[in-house]
């Protein structure tokens, strides 16, 4: 089979660095290498584009799954967070919204946190980060109205929208803040205001959780509009958010919110209607996402039983299909479809998701 794209070398989504997560999982790792040196071999970003999933962090990320990130990537990363913190307390302190590409999983702090969270020993930055994320529960006045730290005066795509929005979801929302602050409590790394942040983000999930996007007039209206039908997904759509939950419910030791999550995963997954949306087999929002999100799910639950079949019938599917997607990378490729289907995660690849 042959890909009809040619991957982006330096992107873990879609290029050469996604494609060697697989190889290293399988210790692979002669093909791991010739994939690495296809992903280096023009340089390396350290840039403002360098993020969880581009550049000289995604390329740790991937390194330390074979624990072979040397000292020289990690000053890289860490000349990357100062210059992202830096830029963040720029903006906080100008009273400015922030954009999206600041604090998400895949371009911003976010994932950024995720990487610092996975060294061992943990980033001695990791604090500042996840401070900076805090700031983002802490309502911010904006052109006469009292808005959501996170609210973006953008739309989605980046494009102007009245109004602005606050995203919703995992990949580019505020579900992906408050997986990686949970996981961090759950871990034992404590910042003033973490527990209060993580409370502030599940709490308007509560309420917004079921739109991707919340729009200005969800905000004036007494109750959020009952949303539309939509995709169920790792990147958008309630089993991320979900998923999140239970990490908060974890993390706070509310087993309410832990069950209520664990309850909505299991209702989607149950859902004909729902599981109609879902049309190709990625990680990012397809059936190897759903699969991979479902198994953690399941071993964090004191009824992990109760999804056994749910993640059978999710298996079956991702199985049958997976072949045909056309492009060969990770978030959006066979290669992290095949890591969801090998039903292993040995280097604790599925921390670039948040969801271990």
């Given at each position: 089979m042959t890909t009809t794209t040619v991957p982006r070398t330096q992107d873990l989504s879609e290029g050469a660095l996604g494609m060697a997560l697989l190889d290293i999982e399988r210790r692979d790792l002669a093909t791991a290498r010739r994939h690495l040196a296809r992903a280096t071999a023009r340089g390396v970003s350290t840039g403002s584009n360098a993020s969880l999933f581009h550049g000289a962090p995604a390329l740790e990320f991937v390194l330390a799954r074979a624990h072979a990130a040397g000292d020289d990537v990690r000053w890289a990363v860490d000349r990357v967070v100062d210059a992202r913190l830096a830029a963040a307390?720029?903006?906080?302190?100008?009273?400015?919204?922030?954009?999206?590409?600041?604090?998400?999983?895949?371009?911003?702090?976010?994932?950024?946190?995720?990487?610092?969270?996975?060294?061992?020993?943990?980033?001695?930055?990791?604090?500042?980060?996840?401070?900076?994320?805090?700031?983002?529960?802490?309502?911010?006045?904006?052109?006469?109205?009292?808005?959501?730290?996170?609210w973006s005066p953008v739309g989605p795509d980046g494009k102007e929208m009245a109004g602005g929005h606050g995203n919703n979801g995992m990949a580019h929302g505020i579900a992906g803040p408050l997986a990686v602050l949970s996981l961090a409590l759950r871990a034992g790394i404590r910042v003033p205001g973490q527990e209060e942040a993580i409370d502030t983000f599940a709490t308007w999930l509560d309420r917004h959780g079921a739109h991707y996007w919340s729009t200005a007039a969800h905000l004036d209206a007494e109750q959020p509009p009952t949303a539309d039908p939509a995709r169920p997904s790792w990147c958008y759509g309630q089993p991320g958010i979900a998923r999140?939950?239970?990490?908060?419910?974890?993390?706070?030791?509310?087993?309410?919110?832990?069950?209520?999550?664990?309850?909505?995963?299991?209702?989607?997954?149950?859902?004909?209607?729902?599981?109609?949306?879902?049309?190709?087999?990625?990680?990012?929002?397809?059936?190897?996402?759903?699969?991979?999100?479902?198994?953690?799910?399941?071993?964090?639950?004191?009824?992990?039983?109760?999804?056994?079949?749910?993640?059978?019938?999710?298996?079956?599917?991702?199985?049958?299909?997976?072949?045909?997607?056309?492009?060969?990378?990770?978030?959006?490729?066979?290669?992290?479809?095949?890591?969801?289907?090998?039903?292993?995660?040995?280097?604790?690849?599925?921390?670039?998701?948040?969801?271990?």
């Open positions: 307390h720029r903006r906080q302190a100008s009273g400015a919204l922030p954009q999206l590409a600041e604090w998400d999983l895949i371009r911003g702090l976010t994932g950024l946190a995720a990487l610092l969270l996975s060294r061992r020993p943990i980033a001695p930055r990791l604090p500042d980060v996840l401070a900076c994320l805090i700031v983002l529960a802490h309502p911010v006045r904006d052109d006469g109205r009292m808005l959501p730290g996170w999140a939950q239970q990490l908060a419910g974890i993390a706070l030791g509310d087993p309410a919110r832990r069950q209520a999550a664990e309850d909505s995963i299991a209702a989607v997954l149950t859902d004909p209607p729902h599981l109609a949306r879902i049309t190709d087999s990625t990680l990012c929002h397809g059936w190897a996402g759903l699969l991979t999100l479902t198994r953690a799910v399941a071993a964090d639950s004191p009824a992990p039983a109760r999804f056994a079949p749910l993640i059978q019938e999710l298996h079956r599917r991702l199985a049958a299909d997976w072949e045909h997607l056309p492009k060969s990378g990770f978030l959006e490729g066979r290669a992290g479809a095949q890591l969801a289907l090998n039903a292993t995660d040995t280097t604790s690849w599925s921390r670039a998701l948040l969801l271990t």
